[in-house]
């Protein structure tokens, strides 16, 4: 089992590395990194073999792809819903920055094409999940970007949840065969909580993130006083994509459904 869990830096070009198929996180099976933008800036990506998901996070740009551009804008993550793009292998698509912005890209190998897409926050509404249930401490809010149902060419998913503060998510504790990576914010830089992975827990802090193995379980806390934000990534298994019905929780906490908390 490689490593788990992830405290990395922005080098001195605004990139942050988190998986890829090489380092450490390999078993996640994807490349996903971060980058800090400034005014002024441009940057352009396109991956061969690979298809790609650019998500805002916050600031202000322009994205052009397939002849079309789109100006987009997204204060943060805890009071807007996302913008991202997606496309498939070879597919170029370029950022123009109007003002200081992070985004977020998700890639995993794929060389089938399909026609690419923008997704608007409308495209991806937040819900609110597990609404007075275990004594309403795990009641967080949920946006899936897209995933086999909404693009079945594709072999990832991305969402996001937004994690009330003192309150936890991923529960009840769950599993399922396809790898999973966190991305953690944190709407004051001193906030924190705590990532479980199998019997292992970690800090998570801003900027930090969790790389879940297929088969563990994987809840997730805030501290109270903190709102934390989570990217959430599936890698489909080739035969067995992730879908909304395969949680698989474990029975020894099963009993909380019908608990009066």
């Known amino acids: 089992m490689g490593k788990l869990f992830g405290y990395p830096e922005f080098d001195a070009d605004g990139e942050q590395i988190l998986t890829t198929y090489e380092n450490e996180y390999k078993e996640m099976q994807m490349d996903i990194r971060v980058y800090r933008m400034k005014a002024g800036d441009t940057r352009t990506f396109k991956k061969h073999g690979k298809e790609m998901a650019i998500l805002l996070l916050s600031g202000k740009l322009s994205f052009t792809f397939e002849g079309e551009q789109r100006e987009v804008s997204r204060k943060d993550?805890?009071?807007?819903?996302?913008?991202?793009?997606?496309?498939?292998?070879?597919t170029?698509?370029?950022?123009d920055v109007q003002a200081d912005s992070e985004i977020l890209i998700q890639c995993t190998r794929n060389e089938q094409a399909f026609p690419a897409r923008i997704y608007a926050p409308e495209d991806a509404p937040w819900g609110?999940?597990?609404?007075?249930?275990?004594?309403?401490?795990?009641?967080?809010?949920?946006n899936t970007i897209f995933d086999h149902d909404i693009a079945p060419y594709s072999n990832m998913v991305l969402g996001e949840v937004l994690n009330d503060r003192g309150n936890w998510s991923g529960y009840l504790p769950h599993r399922h065969p396809q790898p999973e990576t966190y991305y953690f914010k944190f709407d004051r830089p001193e906030g924190f909580?705590?990532?479980?992975?199998?019997?292992?827990?970690?800090?998570?802090?801003?900027?930090?993130?969790?790389?879940?193995?297929?088969?563990?379980?994987?809840?997730?806390?805030?501290?109270?006083?903190?709102?934390?934000?989570?990217?959430?990534?599936?890698?489909?298994?080739?035969?067995?994509?992730?879908?909304?019905?395969?949680?698989?929780?474990?029975?020894?906490?099963?009993?909380?459904?019908?608990?009066?908390?």
């Not at 170029?92 to 950022?95: A, G, I, L, N, Q």
């Not at 609110?128 to 949920?142: H, Q």
Request: aromatic share 12%.
């Open 77 to 90: 993550v805890f009071t807007e819903g996302p913008w991202c793009v997606h496309v498939c292998s070879a």
């Open 92 to 95: 170029e698509v370029k950022t």
């Open 128 to 142: 609110y999940s597990c609404v007075g249930k275990f004594g309403n401490v795990a009641k967080r809010r949920v």
């Open 193 to 261: 909580g705590a990532s479980f992975v199998g019997d292992q827990v970690f800090k998570s802090v801003d900027g930090s993130f969790s790389a879940i193995p297929g088969g563990e379980l994987h809840p997730q806390a805030v501290a109270p006083g903190f709102q934390m934000y989570t990217c959430w990534m599936i890698r489909h298994i080739e035969g067995n994509p992730w879908l909304q019905t395969d949680r698989c929780e474990d029975e020894r906490y099963t009993w909380l459904h019908e608990a009066d908390l």
